[in-house]
């Protein structure tokens, strides 16, 4: 069974940075695309970031794009999400998750594992 476990956030002023990481056990992430999800209270869980690297796929919520970058190291098993210029808009808990078939990734039906979330609150 694949577990995740996110890690990396906090408190960060705007305009600064955070490196979220997802760590994977009990599988290799080799066989996943894993994507990024956010969730701020009182709103629905939305989509962030995707990477599915068997087919050298990326794909990036407008919201986030050109601020956000999602990459992966294989050696540690690991997914990150780099995020630059962080706005008070981006303060939510971060998940990440695996899915097992590599479609449908923009909703979270299309994901088939969870991490349990990370807070990230953007304030000055």
């Known amino acids: 069974q694949l577990q995740l476990v996110e890690s ?9 940075s955070l490196r979220l990481s997802c760590a994977a056990s009990g599988g290799t992430l080799d066989y996943y695309a894993i994507g990024w ?6 709103k629905e869980r939305e ?5 599915n ?3 050298g ?22 997914v990150y999400l780099q995020m630059n210029s ?6 939510a808990v971060y998940y ?9 990734l923009i ?9 349990q979330g990370t807070q990230v609150t953007v304030s000055s």
């Open 96 to 104: 990440c998750a695996a899915a097992v078939r590599g479609f449908n």
């Open 8 to 16: 990396g956030g906090g408190l960060v002023q705007p305009g600064g």
């Open 86 to 91: 962080l706005k008070p808009e981006d303060t």
């Open 37 to 42: 999800f956010r969730q701020a209270p009182g």
């Open 53 to 55: 690297w068997n087919v």
């Open 57 to 78: 796929y990326t794909h990036y919520a407008s919201s986030v794009r050109g601020r956000f970058t999602i990459s992966r190291d294989s050696a540690t098993n690991t």
């Open 47 to 51: 989509f962030v970031a995707t990477i």
């Open 107 to 115: 909703t979270p039906g299309g994901y088939d594992y969870w991490g």
